[in-house]
């Protein structure tokens, strides 16, 4: 028997593929994280949707979520400028999942 201690760690990002629900991510998130950077994580993402709908200047963003101009300046440039395109990645499966829908009031999502 091999002690545990010799397994290959899983990583994040494939821990992840392997939640299933909503209330799992949240509960996997409660235990990794602390609750500020829960508050983090989910400050960021309200950011990112507002800055998707195109509406609000900055400074009304920051009023809505309290999140600073440098954290809304930072979304900003991930969501345009970055490589990754993690952000855009999700919204465009959102609104894919919009249009299935054809919801009238557009769903905020939350961690």
């Not at 440039?77 to 919009?98: A, M, S, T």
Request: aromatic share 8%; charged share 30%.
């Amino acid at each position: 028997m091999e002690d545990d201690h010799h397994h290959k760690p899983i990583e994040l990002a494939e821990a992840l593929l392997l939640l299933e629900t909503a209330e799992e991510v949240h509960y996997f998130l409660k235990d990794l994280c602390t609750p500020q950077e829960i508050t983090a994580l989910k400050e960021r993402w309200r950011v990112c949707q507002h800055l998707e709908a195109g509406n609000l200047s900055y400074r009304a963003i920051h009023n809505l979520t309290k999140a600073s101009l440098t954290t809304i300046g930072r979304v900003a440039r991930f969501l345009k400028d970055e490589p990754y395109h993690g952000y855009r990645l999700i919204l465009n499966r959102i609104k894919k999942n919009e249009t299935r829908t054809t919801s009238d009031n557009p769903t905020v999502y939350t961690l």
